[in-house]
Each structure stands twice: as C-alpha cells, then as structure tokens.
C-alpha cells in the first residue's frame, strides 16, 4: 500500500511540475551594470510562455508569447522543448544591463491546456558595481605611453641607419662616376697624343745622308 502512495505521489509531482508552489529557491547574484542568464527546467511543454516578478499579477508580467522566443527591453526569453522523460525542456531567460531596481523573486512558467500551469522560480540580487580606482585606469594610459616612446626611440636609429647608407651610397656612385669619366678623358687625351706624333713623324721630308766624295 505504500509503494501505490510512493508512485502516486512521483505521478502528481510530474503532472504538477512545481505548480503547487515553489520548486526549488536559487539566487544569483550579479553586479550592478552587468547581465544574468537563468535556466528553468520543465518536465512537460507548454503553449503559452511567460516571465513574471513578485507576485506575478498583471502588472508583474514582463513577458508572455506563445513563441518559442521573446524581448521586451532589457528582459528575453528563449523556448526550447523537450521529450519527456527522454529529455526536459528549458526555458532561458535573460537580463542585461542590472540595476539595483532588478533585485527580487522571478518565475519564469508555462501554461498548458490540459495540464495545471507550472512556473519555475529564483531570486536576483543585484549588487553595486564595483569601483574602478583613477591609478587603475591611468596606469594602461601610462604604459601604453611608454610602449609609444619605445617604438619610437626604436624607429628613429633605424631611419639614421637608412638615410647614412642611402647617403653613402650616392657618394659612392658619385666618385666612381667622376673616376670614370676623368680615366676616361686622360685616356683619350694620351691617344690623340700619340696619333698626332705619328702624323708628323709620317708628313716630316726624309732626312738622306750625304755621303763624302771620294778622294
């Protein structure tokens, strides 16, 4: 007789799904600023989809669609079913940009037609954001300040390096190109020289030698 009231009872708890109240209680605790992303199970789909605050009454509704998902603001929810007892089916809700306003109890929940409605409910905290300290944000303007000047006094030896060569160079080009040119000048000057003692030694008279008389 107790086994029956055992798998009775497991029967309701699955057909139920937590609408007799609070399943189970999670808090989350995020800064202020900052984004939460929550998931509630379900053992058994649902038609409509909804995610509430507090007391979940009419103005507490922050979504409600029969899709698989929605936005309203800040706050969005994303459907995905599941086969039970294979797998179980979740509903994702998330809030971005936390204010302190946003701490307090949720239900996210699904409404179903010949099932009871089940909901699924946490808790957010949202604390204060956490202070940045000035020297926090000066020191990466500082170092990147630095890195700056190194890069710097790295580039500018290489760029004397390059114009010192370059100038080198041209002078180099310059001196061959001036040695050549004078080599080449006495070179021609020697041979017009020598071309023109050839031409007078072959239009001077022939010089004959007078031989004595004999006696």
């Given at each position: 007789m107790k086994i029956q009231h055992v798998l009775l009872f497991c029967c309701l708890s699955a057909l139920c799904d937590g609408d007799s109240g609070l399943i189970s209680t999670n808090t989350f605790v995020r800064a202020e600023g900052g984004s939460v992303v929550v998931q509630c199970p379900f053992s058994f789909s649902g038609r409509k989809k909804f995610l509430c605050k507090n007391e979940c009454k009419a103005e507490d509704i922050l979504i409600e669609t029969r899709g698989s998902a929605a936005q309203r603001g800040r706050y969005s929810i994303k459907y995905k079913e599941g086969s039970f007892p294979m797998s179980s089916t979740y509903m994702h809700v998330r809030?971005?940009?936390?204010?302190?306003?946003?701490?307090?109890?949720?239900?996210?929940?699904?409404?179903?037609?010949?099932?009871?409605?089940?909901?699924?409910?946490?808790?957010?905290?949202?604390?204060?954001?956490?202070?940045?300290?000035?020297?926090?944000?000066?020191?990466?303007?500082?170092?990147?300040?630095?890195?700056?000047?190194?890069?710097?006094?790295?580039?500018?030896?290489?760029?004397?390096?390059?114009?010192?060569?370059?100038?080198?160079?041209?002078?180099?080009?310059?001196?061959?190109?001036?040695?050549?040119?004078?080599?080449?000048l006495t070179t021609r000057g020697m041979s017009d020289n020598w071309n023109m003692e050839v031409l007078s030694c072959c239009t001077c008279p022939a010089v004959r030698s007078e031989q004595p008389p004999h006696l």
């Open positions: 809030v971005t940009h936390l204010t302190k306003s946003d701490s307090g109890r949720y239900r996210c929940g699904l409404e179903r037609r010949f099932l009871l409605d089940s909901y699924w409910e946490f808790e957010l905290r949202v604390t204060d954001a956490p202070k940045i300290l000035p020297e926090a944000v000066k020191q990466p303007e500082q170092q990147q300040q630095v890195e700056e000047s190194t890069v710097k006094g790295k580039i500018l030896p290489l760029v004397l390096c390059v114009i010192v060569l370059f100038a080198a160079v041209v002078l180099l080009l310059y001196t061959w190109k001036t040695t050549r040119e004078s080599d080449g």
